[in-house]
């Protein structure tokens, strides 16, 4: 059964940064699986923040990201991160984590606010 834990959720002012981190427990080989990052804000739809590519080379982000946020990934722990940068209180939302389209992990927030 596998498991994914995220962390690095918090209460940040506008123009500052957080890192969100996404572990997996054994049992996904990490080098191939597909990796993203989404996000509901209240009373919206979950949207996709950031992926991997097929070829997971490549990276691909949600419109609203402009350059602010990077989705990274180190294969030997098993662990996926974004880094967000210039958060502003439009981010504010739940961050979930999601491996292979099935897998999601329990979701961390992330609050923008001064």
């Known amino acids: 059964h596998v498991q994914l834990v995220e962390s690095g959720g918090g209460l940040v002012q506008p123009g500052g940064s957080l890192r969100l981190s996404c572990t997996a427990s054994?049992?996904?080989?990490?080098?191939?699986?597909?990796l993203a990052w989404y996000r509901q804000a209240p009373g919206k739809q979950r949207e996709l923040v950031a992926r991997?590519?097929?070829?997971?080379?490549?990276?691909y982000y949600g419109d609203f990201v402009k350059g602010r946020f990077t989705i990274s990934r180190d294969n030997a722990k098993n662990t996926m991160y974004l880094q967000m940068n210039s958060l502003e209180p439009e981010d504010t939302a739940v961050f979930y984590c999601?491996?292979?389209?099935?897998?999601w992990g329990q979701g961390t927030q992330v609050t923008v606010s001064s």
């Open positions: 999601n491996i292979n389209y099935g897998l």
């Open positions: 991997f590519g097929d070829n997971n080379n490549n990276t």
């Open positions: 054994s049992g996904i080989i990490f080098s191939i699986s597909r």
